[in-house]
């Protein structure tokens, strides 16, 4: 009942810039938090950053400093500015929303994951 869309991913050199965009659509009546999460070859699933409706931020300690997320509450959109980007940065990016329904009931949505690759 929400879908999440992802863009903006690709290949960079390292140092390089990308800006991940995501868009939030469905029976939505508000969304409470909106994230980034990460997952390289072989790996788990990580948190790279959150932001709260308020405008309240987290960020892992590996992206302190070099990625901001923000976030359009009128367009239920998050973005994350990859600045400086490394090559262990390199993973598919998903997007994550926590929410209430219009039927009120809660949900937690994922999109379908956008991959950034660095290159060294």
């Known amino acids: 009942q929400v879908q999440l869309v992802e863009s903006g991913g690709g290949l960079v050199q390292a140092g390089g810039s990308l800006r991940l965009a995501c868009v939030a659509s469905?029976?939505?009546?508000?969304?409470?938090?909106m994230g980034w999460y990460r997952q390289a070859p072989g790996k788990q699933r990580e948190p790279v950053a959150t932001?709260?409706?308020?405008?309240?931020?987290n960020y892992a300690d590996s992206v302190k400093g070099r990625f901001t997320i923000s976030r359009d509450n009128a367009k239920n959109t998050e973005y994350l500015q990859m600045n400086s980007l490394k090559p262990e940065d390199t993973a598919v990016y998903y997007c994550?929303?926590?929410?209430?329904?219009?039927?009120?009931?809660?949900?937690?949505?994922w999109g379908q994951g956008t991959q950034v690759t660095v290159s060294s």
């Open positions: 932001i709260t409706s308020g405008g309240s931020t």
């Open positions: 469905g029976s939505i009546f508000s969304i409470n938090t």
């Open positions: 994550n929303a926590v929410g209430t329904l219009r039927s009120y009931r809660p949900f937690v949505s």
